[in-house]
Nanobody, 115 residues
Framework: QVQLAESGGGLVQAGGSLTLSCAAS????????IDWYRQAPGKQREWVGN???????VYSNSVRGRFTISRDNSKNMAYLQMNSLKTEDTAVYYC?????????WGQGTQVTVSS
């Protein structure tokens, strides 16, 4: 089983940057695919991107070129670096880990981008 905890959210002005962290417990982290999702008020959860166990990354069209996902398996950590933030990036951001034993979720961290 994997337990996840996001951190690093907060309030930032449009055009600014923020880096979210996803701390994981469990021995299977290095083998897992880490996805980032977000959910804005009144909207469905949206997939942001992911990073495979081989560090290959894929991004949604809405964040490609602005967001970067990385991981440090030695620390059981994943990161979402967000640049050129827009007000429409305001949401609760979640990380998830997909392993052979299932998919696990963090509790989310709020990101608010002000104009």
């Amino acid at each position: 089983q994997v337990q996840l905890a996001e951190s690093g959210g907060g309030l930032v002005q449009a055009g600014g940057s923020l880096t979210l962290s996803c701390a994981a417990s469990g021995s299977s982290f290095s083998l897992s695919v880490i996805d980032w999702y977000r959910q804005a008020p009144g909207k469905q959860r949206e997939w942001v991107g992911n990073i495979g166990s081989d560090a290959y990354t894929v991004y949604s069209n809405s964040v490609r070129g602005r967001f970067t996902i990385s991981r440090d398996n030695s620390k059981n950590m994943a990161y979402l670096q967000m640049n050129s933030l827009k007000t429409e990036d305001t949401a609760v951001y979640y990380c998830s880990a997909s392993t052979s034993r299932g998919t696990f979720w963090g509790q989310g961290t709020q990101v608010t981008v002000s104009s």
